[in-house]
């Protein structure tokens, strides 16, 4: 792809924007008029377009299907009190689909083909973007395998897309969370580090069964011994343990979450301390005994942060202070918020503005 990418265009012929309530509007549910598709075809991006949201025809012998062969992200836009659209870290959300994508056998995406594929669908549909406090427009970008062949092999053919899905406030109430360690969610030399679609269906399972005895929520732990804490749910995990920040050191079995690695920059900025190193499920367990683990959350793009107020272990409960007495947590999220609706100064360059 050259720098200007040529996107076709076509509008729906009616929106269906007059006949949504914006008043509610649930993750994931609500979808805009329209969605960006390209094709990448004997070794080369083409085809990039604009067209009415819909049903796609898919081969049913797609690779995608039988084996897969999927990758995703997760970007937010936000709407300033300026009416500014502001882009939350979409740069890095490219990066990682192609280093997902490289893992599953997949062609680069060029950025300008993803940057201008995105800017050019939230500029049609901008009037989509809910405003108010909480309010943002999600960004899914993703790419599938679109072969018509039914064997292992790498494919040659691919489906390139992103959808908009508006969305109200996001309140995350605290969350009960369950150590896993029985079921596993990703193993060292796999695909726990790719945002690849296999790795969260696989995971729906060991989730209910926590979900039906109580628990919001999983914490993974090591696909070995099941003795090392690497990720809660779908977020990163983190903890506050005697005032100091602790979130598992990334490996190849553990997701690089852009919430993460901003989280991570910005209490550094603060000169707090902060470490990135494996943490055992021993350790943690003892420290909620002992009340040394004074705040544990997972951080994503979804909620930004979600307070964990109850873990279990071995049916075992341990409760964490109230999150009303918490310190660091309330403040990142604040900060974070702040940079993203454009009601501070965005000093470490994370905003793209539309």
Known sequence: MTETVKIDIERVLESRLPK???????????YTDHMFVADYRDREWKNARIIPYGYLPVSPASPA????QSIFEGIKAHKSPKGEILIFRPHDNHKRLNISGERMCMPPVPEDL???GMRELIELDR?????GEGASLYIRPFLFSADEYIGIRPSEAFTFMIILSPSGAYYSDPVKVKIETHFTRAVAGGTGYAKAGGNYGGAIYPAKLAQDQGYHQLIWTDGREHKYIEESGTMNVMFVVNGKL????????????????????LVR?????????????????TGLKAGTVQ??????????????????????????????EWGLAPRIL??????????KADPLGWIYKL
């Open 20 to 30: 949504t309530n914006f008043d509610q509007l649930p993750f994931g549910k609500v």
């Open 334 to 343: 604040q900060e974070l918020n702040d940079i993203k609706y454009g009601l």
């Open 269 to 285: 900025s603060w000169n707090l301390e902060v470490e990135e190193r494996k943490i055992s499920v021993e350790e943690i367990v």
């Open 65 to 68: 299907i039988h084996y897969g």
């Open 246 to 265: 602790i979130t598992p050191a990334l490996s190849d079995s553990i997701l690089a979450g852009i919430t993460r690695d901003s989280v991570l920059q």
């Open 127 to 131: 009037a989509w973007i809910p405003s």
């Open 114 to 116: 993803f940057m201008e």
């Open 295 to 324: 705040e544990a959350f997972g951080v994503g793009t979804a909620a930004t942060i979600a307070p964990i107020v109850l873990i279990g272990h071995e049916d075992k409960n341990y409760h964490l202070p109230p999150v009303e």
